[in-house]
């Protein structure tokens, strides 16, 4: 079994996930760069069931969508860096901020959504699938990682 850690900037919040995450993707939309103040945001999709936190506690706090359902953020209580994310009142699928973990690198983007509105100095390497909105999940994510959503209800 794989597991890999991650934390927030002050290292009051730890955490580690025990399998592979499902997809992992970056999204350029405006509400994300406003809600980060960066050019986008990367997420990592993992079973709840698969994220455990290990120390620290976290703040829960409501966040806007661009589908108006909202979003819960959790943030490490000290310095407030979000660890992850719930969408759609679902709390079996777990949206970890990929750059809180320990080794971000090894989940870049497999998808980067929402690139109509993408900063016009963000360059693109043409190898990553990009989508002008959305992606169809059937098309881009693997036969395994349709099934881990599809066993989880997601």
């Known amino acids: 079994m794989n597991i890999y850690h991650g934390g927030c900037s ?14 992992t993707q970056a999204c350029h939309c405006r509400l994300c760069q406003k809600q980060t103040a960066s050019a986008f945001i990367v997420r990592t999709m ?27 953020v959790y943030r490490c209580k ?3 860096v979000q660890i992850y994310s719930i969408f759609n009142n679902s709390d079996v699928m777990t949206f970890i901020k990929t750059a809180t973990l320990d080794e971000p690198d090894r989940f870049p983007p497999q998808a980067h959504i929402f690139t109509k509105s993408k900063l016009n100095w963000v360059n693109l390497d043409g190898i990553t699938p990009c989508f002008d909105e959305f992606y169809n999940k059937e098309n881009i994510l693997s036969a395994e990682s349709l099934a881990r959503r599809q066993a989880i209800g997601w």
């Open 10 to 23: 002050c290292g009051d919040v730890r955490y580690h996930i025990t399998k592979e995450p499902i997809f």
């Open 46 to 72: 993992i079973e709840s069931s698969n994220f455990h936190l290990d120390s620290g506690e976290l703040i829960r706090l409501h966040g806007a969508t661009g589908s108006g359902r909202g979003q819960e």
């Open 78 to 80: 000290n310095c407030k």
